[in-house]
């Protein structure tokens, strides 16, 4: 599964979350659960006190591909998205990934050359 956000633990689940300036945590399920309100189907949502959310993450999809460090920003059919974080120009170069931005590159890699995927906490 490709992650890329946060997860908050609450009453001793995880769930996808967003922190909120105001305090708040807004927690999703795409199940039906008790005390969360259906905001389309397979997506629901309960906002509680960021005081009773017992651990709040920042979880990414982290990989390896040709021989260096990536994470996955996307996926479609047999590809995925990776962009490189290893923060060498020249190597980002000679794999020809495309410069999305300044230090930033990006391509798509074939699923099965994609190797070491896993998650990371931040």
């Given amino acids: 599964m ?5 997860v908050a ?10 922190p909120g300036a105001d305090g708040e ?3 999703y399920t ?18 509680v006190p960021a005081s009773e959310v017992e651990e709040l993450r920042y ?7 040709r021989g260096e460090p990536f994470v996955v920003v996307g ?16 190597v980002a170069q000679r794999l020809g990934l495309d410069r999305i931005d300044h230090g930033v590159w990006q391509a798509w890699a074939p699923r099965a050359e994609v190797e070491n995927v896993h998650q990371e906490f931040v």
Avoid: K, M, N
């Fill in 75 to 90: 996926e479609h059919e047999t590809w995925i998205r990776v962009e490189y974080t290893g923060g060498r120009a020249p």
């Fill in 30 to 47: 795409p199940d039906p659960t008790e005390g969360f309100e259906e905001l389309r189907p397979g997506r629901y949502r309960r906002i």
């Fill in 25 to 27: 945590v807004r927690l």
């Fill in 9 to 18: 633990r609450w009453l001793g689940r995880d769930f996808e979350a967003s």
């Fill in 59 to 65: 979880v990414r999809t982290a990989c390896t591909w």
């Fill in 2 to 6: 490709i992650r890329d956000g946060y």
